[in-house]
């Protein structure tokens, strides 16, 4: 998955306050997306974001102009990674903006980390530049990763949104199936799980039942806890379940969000996940291709 960037390049988030070297890792954001040099490495004919390209991102050294406000985010081994919080910055040579999801699929996955993890952070502070309660100008906590507000105290912690991915199984004997949908209104959507936010007041439990409820129409038990996954392109902590029919398998689709959903056997289910190395939902629903039961058992 995503988060899984190796053995050399562990992520570690405590909070310091470090003043970038040349060396160091300094990203830049804007609605264009993330500073950043594409090479292409693979087939001429490789489609955009394909496996085949390979990304560099800045390091403090490649700006001819520095930054003239930074923070330290995070580091990955011995990487350090900052965030240049200016609204624009002069590009080094051949960088340019990219989109952070078009970038998904390319190498080395530490990096694709990176700028994902790092574009959540860059909108938490862009978009908390002024308290929310009274308007004043914010700061930043001089020791932890908190935006206050000078005048009235207001404290914001960093936005992370939890949600739930859920695989609706039943297993009769040999006949192992799994419930995947596919969303409405999005020309290339890849078969997926039910999965959805969860409302203040609610335990994650309740969200997968409801969710499963409102997409499906079905009702589910045996609920078991899978794995989690920050999922930074949404600003979400993704919590995935595994959780069994109860009673009648019936689905009846919700189109306003849905433009399908039904049942796969294990042989059916499409193999467009398989090379899918970034995503809960795509290692949950290949663990279900090969495992079945046992994926959870
Ligand atoms: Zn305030």
New binding site residues.
Partial sequence: MIQEVGPGHVYDNRFSSLEPADADYVLHFTSDGCLARVTHVGRADADAGDAGEEVELPRLGDYTRRPGRTTYLFSLGEDRFFLALDDRVAAPAGFSYESVSWLRRAEPQHLLFAAATGSQLDRWYRGNRF?G??G?PTELAPASREIV?P??A?IVYPKICPGIICAVTSCDGNDEKIVLTRYAGRTTALWALVAGFTEIGEPLEDTVRREVMEEVGLTVKNLRFYKSQPWSFTDTLLVGFWCEVDGDPTIAVDRTELKEARWFSRADIPLERTGDRASLTGEMIERFRLMGRAAWE
């Fill in positions: 308290c309660r009274c004043a507000c005048e009235c207001h």
